[in-house]
């Protein structure tokens, strides 16, 4: 029982960590500026021409012309493609038809980061809880959690690949970088993943190990509990 405790504050600490992840992706940019989902170059200098930095809840500009550099307020859900649009000189009709599709869809799902940040933390806690109960509850709780990361993540790269490669297809000097709250994410996922199994195979092997011991009780109860047989007077010596 010891090593199957071990194993399951494994998981239990696993979904401390997805926790943390989950809210450094959470507090990209425009919250935190270095950190970001993707970053767009519109040229081939990286020091030099416009980037766009794209995070959660909104995005920051550098070296753009006309533009105010700086960052956007907090908001859920944004156009990608309109800013990228805005950023440069309107006159280039690649990046006007950027506009036209919109990816606003996507975007409003990435609020489910903390979201994501704060279910890893409710798994993190049920997880501590001893009993049966408990186990199965944490669980349930972190299946739960695992599959919103996953919906969360697979949104982020579809959305951001998507992009790049129009940024790509647009020019030829344009090029993007993935950002370390997209990989934080990831690893976040994959934490949860494997803490949901850690949880399943501990919550399964102590039912096992809980209907073993019962087991063991009653047939100690029924050897010793027993009471002696009278012997007759002509079984006795």
Not at 6 to 11: A, D, E, M, P, S
Not at 42 to 70: E, I, K, M, Y
């Amino acid at each position: 029982m010891g090593l199957l405790r071990g194993i399951h504050y494994l998981g239990s600490f696993l979904l401390l960590a997805a926790t943390v992840l989950f809210v450094i992706s959470s507090i990209s940019a425009p919250v935190v500026n270095r950190i970001s989902m993707m970053t767009v170059y519109l040229g081939g200098n990286a020091d030099r021409s416009p980037s766009v930095t794209f995070g959660t809840f909104g995005w920051c500009v550098q070296n753009a012309n006309g533009v105010t550099n700086g960052c956007s307020r907090s908001m859920v859900g944004y156009n990608i493609f309109d800013i990228l649009a805005n950023v440069v000189d309107g006159n280039d009709d690649r990046l006007e038809e950027w506009a036209a599709a919109t990816a606003n869809g996507l975007t409003n799902v990435m609020v489910l980061h903390p979201v994501t940040a704060g279910l890893a933390f409710i798994s993190f806690v049920l997880s501590l809880t001893s009993g049966m109960f408990g186990g199965i509850l944490a669980m349930l709780a972190t299946l739960f959690t695992f599959i919103v990361a996953l919906v969360v993540v697979v949104c982020d790269f579809v959305l951001f690949a998507y992009v790049r490669d129009q940024v790509r297809d647009a020019e030829s000097n344009n090029w993007t970088m993935w950002g370390s709250a997209s990989w934080t994410a990831l690893a976040g996922m994959i934490l949860i993943f494997i803490a949901f199994i850690i949880t399943f195979i501990t919550c399964c092997a102590g039912r096992r190990e809980k209907k073993r011991q019962s087991a063991v009780v009653k047939e100690s109860h029924h050897d010793y509990g027993t009471p002696a047989r009278r012997r007759r007077f002509w079984q006795r010596r």
